[in-house]
């Protein structure tokens, strides 16, 4: 063998140069795109045909070199040797109009970048990419073009990364523990970034700067959720949520994953004044959807949670015929659309939970006479609001779903409580061979069926609010019968008392599960004392009223028995008068985990409504009422804290007191510790407004 010749420092140096050179001239163009008003930017790279994206605010970098790719089935990697192909641009400036929501005219403004990559080798397989940018956020998805090399898509995994660059604390919800009831039900964990684990999205993020991050998903359709895993420092990847075969995501091409999605502003109210994951869903589908009524309801509930009733037959069952009407008496009595009626179908007996197989969702109990009920309400003018528990066994639900709905659409009910009461990894379905599976909340078979119930519904003119669901990514645009959905600790564990929910829980979750969307958490409460050992609510009674503004959903339930607002009548007002369906949404103020405020005008009137809330610390808040109408002057009802009110020791000390306001003034909450504040500005007539 030949002897080679010594390398010199100068041949050293040339072969160096002419490697990097080599690299540059392998190395795929850089894109970039600009968000409208060039507040955000992204950079998207090919690094030896490896596809990675960045994002600048200002020209910082927020989000560092993060990866994009998948796993294949049987580890074949869709991340690497790619080649830039077709590059296409299109902006986007309109306004589309909500059929209900927070506010009524969404705009939607933004940059789109669109490619595709391609492998240099091999079958030559093809992804495309597409990147939305808006001023407060960004998101983007991968599509899978129709093409011989590739047609049954199965995803062992998604590489998507996020390396958010700035130390950041985190507020999170733990996701994929097994021996956890259902873990969107966790409380919200504060760590500082570098100590998550795996979390559920949203995840609201405050970085040392002092700049907001939410990372989420929109357009959740016949796809696995994406859940986050930190995989080194501040590094997050994709973890979706497995299917009981082992896989993630099973699809035929052509398809498109869910958007991911960054939400960046300096304030949190500005992630939760973000339109960006409703943006990126479709249009509704569903055409004129004026059957669907966001409204406010009582129920046949609270009881069973505190056990004084039960939803299974017997001495203390509680969906008999006489509470039935008792309950539709008192709502059409004070102005409520809907009666929530649970336990009215058999089934309840033994062990429901996560089991399901024995519900009818057609057969009442003997001493609830359904035809009944549903003639005496709509008699009254109001409307009855059906309940479906399935247990968890998505299988027995969707083979009874039709009759069901059927059922219900004759009945006259138009809004359906569904629930998924399991363990996680506890949903049931039984495969195409007849094998019976077990899913998590999250998976792709769960996602499609809660979407199938949604369109079913809807071709009976039924609207849904789902328990124990899928987590929301703005699929209400899509389905406007998707009125709103749990997927957070709500308000019956303050019933159990394992453990009871903190005097800051509400507080966590505005800037954290409210991101998502709608959320019907179940709030005023007025017998705040505990109803057994352990068992309380940990808040002030104006707090319970301030809930309403604060924590969105257009159907809220008045969560408590009619003998606490029988017994409560002035604090009582404020809940019969406080819409669900809203014009203009504004944040004033808010800090994630320590408070919030929050005014929102009436759809059908010239009202504003403000709720304030705080954690476990007292504050003073200052509110310039700006959002008003200069034109006008108001009348504030205000339903205060009492001087001496405390979560702990005075609960229910509450001051409601009047006074004139008009925008030009500025108000100064007095919130206790545990405590809020509501207030309805109540529009005075302009010829009497002149006249002041």
């Not at 006479?369 to 005496?376: M, Q, V």
Request: net charge negative.
């Amino acid at each position: 063998m030949p002897m080679l010749p010594p390398i010199t420092g100068r041949a050293l140096a040339a072969a160096m140069l002419l490697g990097l050179l080599a690299g540059l001239a392998d190395a795929a163009p850089v894109l970039s795109l600009d968000s409208p008003s060039a507040v955000l930017k992204v950079e998207v790279l090919l690094d030896g045909g490896r596809p990675s994206y960045r994002v600048l605010r200002f020209g910082e970098v927020v989000i560092g070199d993060s990866r994009l790719g998948f796993v294949l089935k049987d580890g074949d990697k869709l991340d690497r040797d790619f080649e830039l192909g077709n590059v296409s641009r299109h902006a986007n400036d309109a306004t589309w109009e909500q059929p209900w929501g927070e506010r009524r005219y969404v705009r939607d403004r933004f940059q789109e970048l669109r490619f595709r990559l391609t492998e240099r080798g091999g079958a030559r397989r093809a992804l495309e990419l597409v990147f939305r940018a808006y001023d407060d956020g960004i998101g983007f998805r991968y599509e899978f073009p129709e093409q011989p090399g590739l047609r049954d898509v199965v995803i062992e995994d998604e590489l998507t990364e996020f390396d958010v660059a700035e130390p950041a604390t985190a507020w999170w919800v733990p996701a994929g523990q097994p021996d956890a009831p259902n873990d969107l039900e966790i409380l919200v964990h504060k760590t500082a970034l570098t100590e998550l684990a795996t979390t559920h999205t949203p995840l609201t993020l405050r970085t040392a700067s002092g700049l907001h991050l939410a990372l989420h998903e929109a357009a959740l359709v016949d796809y696995a959720a994406m859940r986050l895993a930190r995989v080194d420092g501040q590094r997050l990847r994709a973890a979706l949520a497995p299917a009981a075969e082992g896989w993630k995501v099973r699809r035929a091409a052509p398809f498109a994953t869910p958007w991911r999605t960054i939400e960046i502003a300096d304030t949190a109210g500005g992630l939760y004044r973000s339109d960006l994951t409703l943006n990126l869903n479709e249009p509704n589908r569903l055409g004129d959807v004026s059957w669907v009524h966001p409204g406010k309801f009582l129920g046949i509930w609270w009881e069973m949670h505190l056990g004084r009733w039960t939803w299974s037959a017997g001495p203390a069952h509680g969906a008999t015929t006489a509470n039935a009407k008792r309950y539709i008496d008192f709502a059409a009595a004070n102005g409520f659309r809907g009666v929530l009626i649970e336990g009215w179908n058999r089934g309840w007996e033994g062990e429901w939970f996560g089991r399901g197989d024995r519900f009818s969702f057609t057969e009442p109990y003997p001493d609830f006479d359904l035809e009944a009920i549903a003639a005496y309400a709509r008699a009254k003018g109001v409307h009855l609001i059906g309940h479906h528990e399935t247990g968890g066994n998505i299988g027995h639900y969707e083979a009874e779903l039709g009759p069901a709905l059927d059922l219900y659409a004759r009945l006259g009910i138009d809004a359906v409580k569904t629930g998924y009461v399991a363990d996680a990894n506890g949903i049931r379905r039984v495969d195409a061979a007849g094998i019976e599976r077990r899913e998590w909340h999250d998976s792709q078979a769960v996602a499609r069926h809660e979407l199938l119930v949604v369109t079913e519904a809807a071709r009976r003119h039924i609207a849904i609010d789902t328990h124990e669901p899928i987590k929301d990514t703005g699929l209400r645009r899509t389905y406007p019968n998707w009125l709103t959905r749990e997927g957070a600790r709500g308000m019956e564990y303050n019933a159990w008392g394992r453990p009871v929910n903190p005097p800051g829980h509400e507080a966590d979750l505005v800037f954290t599960r409210m991101l998502a969307g709608p959320f019907d958490f179940t709030p005023g409460i007025f017998a705040l004392d505990p109803t057994q050992p352990g068992c309380r609510v940990n808040s002030t009674i104006a707090k319970q009223l301030a809930l309403y503004v604060v924590l969105y959903s257009p159907l809220q339930m008045a969560a408590d028995r009619i003998e606490s607002y029988e017994a409560n009548p002035r604090p009582f007002q404020f809940i019969k008068d406080v819409p669900t369906d809203w014009s203009e949404t504004e944040v004033v103020n808010g800090e994630v985990g320590e408070y919030a405020t929050i005014v929102r005008k009436d759809r059908h009137s010239e009202d504003w409504y403000l709720g304030s809330i705080t954690n476990e610390q007292g504050r003073l808040l200052t509110v310039p009422l700006g959002f008003l109408d200069p034109k006008r002057r108001y009348r504030a009802q205000i339903y205060r804290d009492g001087d001496a009110a405390h979560w702990r020791t005075a609960p229910y000390a509450i001051t409601i007191e009047e006074r004139s306001a008009k925008s030009s003034d500025t108000l100064t909450l007095r919130l206790a510790a545990g405590g809020g504040e509501a207030i309805r500005f109540v529009a005075l007539p302009l010829a009497a407004a002149r006249s002041r």
